[in-house]
């Protein structure tokens, strides 16, 4: 498949589900936090002018409609039917973004490591923007959000298992993004976060003589965990966040 381009959609589908980037180029390109922005609002709210995208972000018009023109090289974005000049309406490519987790490619790598960065930055400053008013929500949705954190020990197959089953409790939802018909009354946009990581902070305990000696050697989660989980309230916890699967 070449690079950077969305998959085919399945028949009967508006969009591919996702674009997948492998071009150092492409990376970098959208790990600028002003293109991410764009790319996430054409797939909520799309399509729309640059004009119509200045006064979304607050940014200028000649600056949306270069960053349209840059998304749109990379295969992100392209020009939607209608309109010219600036006011010609653009529309994101796909439902998701997604990157290499790994690459042999030390260019690739880099790049792909640094957009992760990007977009770990804006999924935590949209949290915290969340968080400001969460005040005002009515209680019962203050009482569904999900906030908390779990330290588990896997295996890279079951950490990647875990990953699959994750994504497959989320699909039976994805429909409603672009089907609002779907959408049962009371139903509003909920942003879901999945990152899992290699916990570096912990010694690792892999093959350490004497482990089994006792209890001494072990460390316990419940000590080195940030202890963030289910609370009184049930408080907790968004490309499919508007940026993508990343």
Not at 115 to 139: H, I, S
Not at 158 to 180: I, K
């Amino acid at each position: 498949m070449p690079e950077n381009e969305p998959a085919a959609a399945p028949p009967g589908d508006e969009q591919p589900r996702s674009i997948h980037l492998t071009d150092p180029r492409a990376l970098r390109a959208y790990a600028h936090p002003t293109r991410m922005t764009l790319v996430g609002l054409l797939r909520r709210s799309g399509p729309f002018t640059a004009t119509r995208a200045a006064e979304l972000t607050g940014e200028s018009v000649a600056s949306c409609s270069y960053h349209l023109r840059i998304l749109a090289k990379y295969g992100l974005v392209e020009e939607a039917p209608g309109g010219r000049g600036r006011e010609k309406p653009w529309r994101a490519t796909a439902r998701y973004t997604d990157w290499p987790g790994a690459s042999e490619d030390a260019a690739v790598a880099q790049a792909a490591d640094a957009l992760t960065a990007a977009a770990a930055e804006r999924y935590f400053a949209r949290v915290l923007e969340a968080m400001k008013d969460r005040n005002g929500l009515p209680r019962e949705w203050r009482e569904a959000e999900q906030f908390g954190d779990s330290l588990l020990y896997l295996t890279p197959a079951e950490l990647a298992d875990f990953g699959r089953r994750v994504e497959g409790l989320l699909l039976p939802y994805e429909a409603r993004g672009s089907d609002p018909s779907l959408r049962p009354d009371g139903a509003r946009p909920v942003s879901i976060l999945r990152i899992a990581y290699l916990d570096r902070e912990l010694p690792d305990e892999t093959g350490r003589e004497g482990a089994a000696n006792g209890a001494a050697d072990e460390v316990d989660a419940a000590d080195v965990n940030d202890g963030v989980d289910t609370n009184d309230d049930a408080t907790g916890t968004t490309g499919g966040t508007d940026e993508g699967e990343r």
